[in-house]
Nanobody, 129 residues
Framework: QVQLVESGGGSVQAGGSLRLSCEVS????????VTWFRQAPGKEREGVATLATEVAKTYYADSVKGRFTISQDNTKNFVYLQMNSLKIEDTGMYYC??????????????????????WGRGTQVTVSP
């Protein structure tokens, strides 16, 4: 069982930055794929960035490459999403999700939200002009 709690959302002007945090509580650590998704009103949930926690390999959606960075702390209990050069279209609810690596390769995570059995409740990001 894994529990995920997001924090760090807020309102920012276009061009600004925010750092989101995801606290990942696991009974026992196993290699897993922690992913940030976002969902804007009226739109489907979109994968933003994935971190393969065992080897710290990362994958990004084309829409955020060069602007967002996913990382983790040394304990692997916190996964961060540093968001720079924010755009209005980055507005949405941001969710942290997780699945263990034995289920699917991590690179599949961005496009397949149904792979994820564990989800946080989300944190809102609003980017204004």
């Amino acid at each position: 069982q894994v529990q995920l709690v997001e924090s760090g959302g807020g309102s920012v002007q276009a061009g600004g930055s925010l750092r989101l945090s995801c606290e990942v509580s696991r009974v026992t650590y196993k290699a897993d794929c922690v992913t940030w998704f976002r969902q804007a009103p009226g739109k489907e949930r979109e994968g933003v960035a994935t971190l393969a926690t065992e080897v710290a390999k990362t994958y990004y959606a084309d829409s955020v490459k060069g602007r967002f960075t996913i990382s983790q702390d040394n304990t692997k209990n916190f996964v961060y999403l540093q968001m720079n050069s924010l755009k209005i279209e980055d507005t949405g609810m941001y969710y942290c999700a997780d699945y263990e690596l034995w289920r699917y390769p991590c690179y599949q995570g961005l496009a397949n939200p149904k792979n994820f059995p564990y989800w946080g409740r989300g944190t809102q990001v609003t980017v204004s002009p």
